[in-house]
């Protein structure tokens, strides 16, 4: 088995709240994504670092990288990271934040290599702590087909039965594609996941 460099560690933070009330909610699909990638890799996130869960260091193609699950709520997601970037020897440059976002439709992503927190006050933590938005997301889309009176009632309530099949779509393609961004490079992974549009698929199959 080929030694991991722990210098080229990349920090893959899903973004969510704790605790049980939370788990099937919107907002926490960054959690479920972390624990997607979790399985696929066959590691645990289940190591407390400071106010984090974290997996053990495994590979992607030949890369070091840890799964991060904040559990500061979502406002202070931020906070985790100074002690992890210390830790892993590693900084705003190898970090993946993967997170829900309301600006686009259920079943589209977008991978993005900067920007603004668009609203998110998750992301919103991370760029303050980082003091620059120049690191990768992976963001997914939750927006429904139908309109959204409080957008914070939504994101914290349970994802409904008619989303539920194309949000876990959506939630294995994030999956995906945080692991072409390591493995082949935020460009391709761009090109690969941008244009993507899960409803299409979704529809074709109705017809």
Known sequence: MTELNPKSTWLIVGLGNPGSDFAETYHNIGFRVAVELARKFGVRIREHSGPALISNRFEIAGNTAVLVQPQTFMNLSGGVLPKLFERFDTDCDRLIVVYDDLALPAG???????????????VKSIISVCGTDEFLR???GILPEHPVAQMRD???S????SSAELLGKSEAAAVEAVEMVIAQGTE?????????????VREAKEE
């Open 108 to 122: 589209k992503l977008r991978i993005r290599q900067k920007g603004s927190a668009g609203g998110h006050n998750g």
């Open 188 to 200: 391709k992974a761009m090109a690969a996941f941008n244009s993507l549009d899960l409803r299409e």
């Open 158 to 161: 349970r994802v409904a039965k």
């Open 138 to 140: 992976v963001r997914v």
């Open 154 to 156: 939504f994101v914290l």
